[in-house]
């Protein structure tokens, strides 16, 4: 691979490229919103929250030095993260506080991307971060589900205009900011109806003696602010 093709590529996902028009962000808006309120698309799609939010439990561990065996994501759009290391202190806490908030840090993440104009670094990155956790999963459906997502990143990336990569990389963080803000609110009327007994709150309440509707509410104003602030950037405001 010549010089001249390198810094081709470089300048392709590093450098920035045109926002596009204030309608185009607002239909992908009304389009990721439509994935995540109905409940029959949300049944599908919260598929892709699921990874977010697992894929939050498994860096984290990575990132607070826990050995990470393995994610499992299922057809129920239920997932499982196992790590090793000491089942106490601040790692496992991070660790355990990590899954609800990813989707929506995420999301804050990507808008921030998208505001400077780093459409091709968005997509790229996804795509690495989907690769690097194909690793780690260990049933079929998780491997298809992952695999599925990175095709879909993969191909936009490359075979579509600058038009239709801008419209799915800002569906892709809108989705992100609002889905992640449904997920608390399912698990706060679950533990109303007395279910979802060893819940993530359910274990950072175990481990810090803090009441896990303290930590649902944690989640709540995260998830809430990083939709407020991400769509403030979105928009241009």
């Known amino acids: 691979m010549d010089t001249d093709h390198l810094t081709d590529i470089w300048s392709r996902v590093f450098g920035t490229q045109p926002a596009p028009s204030l309608w185009l962000v607002i239909i992908t808006a009304v389009l990721a919103l439509g994935a995540v309120v109905p409940?029959?698309?949300?049944?599908?799609?919260?598929?892709?929250?699921?990874?977010?939010?697992?894929?939050?439990h498994g860096l984290i561990a990575l990132l607070t030095g826990r050995r990470l065996d393995g994610i499992r994501l299922?057809?129920?759009?239920?997932?499982?993260?196992?790590?090793?290391?000491?089942?106490?202190?601040?790692?496992?806490?991070?660790?355990?506080?990590?899954?609800?908030?990813?989707?929506?840090?995420?999301?804050?993440?990507g808008a921030a991307l998208l505001a400077a104009g780093h459409i091709t670094a968005l997509l790229w990155g996804a795509t690495a971060l989907l690769l690097a956790m194909l690793i780690m999963i260990r049933n079929a459906y998780g491997v298809l589900t992952v695999v599925l997502a990175g095709a879909a990143?993969?191909?936009?990336?490359?075979?579509?205009?600058?038009?239709?990569?801008?419209?799915?990389?800002?569906?892709?963080?809108?989705?992100?900011?609002?889905?992640?803000?449904?997920?608390?609110?399912?698990?706060?009327?679950?533990r109303r109806r007395g279910g979802a007994v060893d819940s993530d709150p359910d274990q950072l309440a175990r481990l810090t003696h803090v009441p896990a509707a303290v930590w649902l509410g944690l989640f709540h104003v995260v998830t809430l602010c990083s939709l407020m602030g991400g769509g403030r950037w979105l928009l241009g405001l």
């Open 39 to 56: 409940h029959t698309a949300w049944r599908l799609s919260r598929n892709a929250v699921t990874i977010a939010h697992e894929g939050g």
């Open 74 to 109: 299922h057809s129920d759009t239920s997932g499982l993260t196992v790590s090793r290391g000491k089942p106490t202190g601040l790692g496992m806490v991070l660790t355990a506080a990590a899954g609800y908030i990813a989707p929506s840090l995420l999301g804050l993440a």
């Open 153 to 190: 990143f993969v191909l936009v990336s490359w075979l579509t205009t600058a038009q239709v990569q801008a419209a799915f990389a800002y569906a892709v963080v809108w989705f992100l900011l609002l889905g992640g803000v449904r997920p608390p609110f399912e698990l706060m009327g679950k």
